[in-house]
């Protein structure tokens, strides 16, 4: 059977993660077991929820450095309107929110950042590195306001269980992000919003020409990427029962990987969601692995940074022999 170079990438992205699992079964007998697959589950959700968003932009062409950033602030707004509401002294009125109400804001906040990432980028033709860059600084920024450079903490168990909470015996973050994954599997592969996305990246000048609104689908990619972004907020802010004002640092590195790793081409253009579920696994199997075998954090991110730039290694040179 001929494979195309797409599926060579899947494929070989399932053969690192298989062999990994073989390797980390045989080096820990604590690793192959029902809690532990539970376990690494939880812990890439909120990998998976970041770097869903980071595949529709790269497969666009672009970049966002701004993921870590909008969780923060997404977290943050969510946390203090459920926590202190909003006060309007002129009028002497106070607003209380329900735990839906400020999931509800949050979301609209990390939305708000994507659909100004996606602004900047296709009506004032910045760059996406640079108009990304600019939102990582605002929203870092915002957040610090609006928190005070203090942790907002002791936000109820009905909010908390959407980071900590069971629905039959599985954890509420895997059916969140579960939920995700088949949501844009279906919105890239069955959609014509998802046919553009591919088209966009694959030859931006012909899907110009062929008269697709590529600033439309630029500007709905960038917005979902926040509004992901901030899903992934909810999640670590009811894990951990607190908005932290430094949360998601590093975020961006590890979606980015996550997408590269499951095939992805950073041209845009080529990969998949279900690819990049796989980039995630390997990352949290990793993480996993070299954890329980008591290697040092440090060693983790050497670990990690060469499985990345293998990733990106591969993917070069299948665009080399592709020409």
């Known amino acids: 059977m001929k494979l ?47 770097s869903i968003g980071m595949t529709l932009i790269i497969l666009t062409g672009g970049i966002d450095l701004s993921v870590g950033a909008i969780l923060a602030l997404s977290g943050a707004i969510a946390a203090g309107l459920l926590k202190n509401g909003v006060r309007l002294e002129a009028l002497g009125l106070g607003l209380e929110f329900t735990v839906f109400g400020a999931v509800v804001a949050g979301l609209l906040a990390g939305a708000a950042a994507g659909l100004f990432n996606g602004l900047a980028i296709t009506k004032f033709k910045i760059p996406p590195f640079v108009a990304t860059l600019g939102m990582f600084s605002i929203a870092r920024g915002l957040t610090m306001l609006w928190t005070g450079g203090f942790p907002i903490t002791g936000l109820g168990d009905t909010f908390g269980w959407i980071g900590s909470g069971m629905l039959f015996s599985i954890p509420a973050p895997v059916w969140i992000s579960a939920t995700l994954v088949l949501a844009f599997v279906l919105l890239t592969r069955l959609t014509r919003f998802g046919r553009h996305i591919y ?59 996550a997408v590269v790793i499951g095939g992805t081409s950073l041209s845009g253009g080529r990969g998949s969601v279900l690819g990049t ?32 730039l293998a990733a990106v290694a591969v993917d070069r040179m299948s665009q080399v022999d592709s020409r």
């Open 4 to 50: 195309d170079r797409e599926h060579l990438a899947k494929f070989q992205s399932l053969i690192a993660l298989t062999a990994m699992v073989v390797a980390m079964s045989l080096l820990s007998s604590n690793f192959l077991t029902a809690d532990n697959g539970l376990n690494i589950l939880r812990q890439i959700s909120v990998n998976l929820c970041l």
């Open 277 to 308: 579920v796989i980039g995630c696994l390997i990352i949290g199997v990793l993480n996993n692995g070299l954890f329980l075998l008591n290697v040092s954090p440090f060693w983790q991110q050497v670990v990690k940074g060469f499985v990345i």
């Open 199 to 257: 088209a966009v990246g694959g030859n931006e000048r012909a899907a110009l020409l062929t008269g697709l609104p590529v600033d439309r689908i630029k500007i709905a990619v960038y917005t979902l990427g926040g509004l992901l972004s901030a899903a992934a907020a909810m999640i670590v802010t009811a894990r951990l029962d607190s908005a932290q004002p430094n949360a998601g640092l590093g975020y961006e590195l590890d979606s980015i990987a």
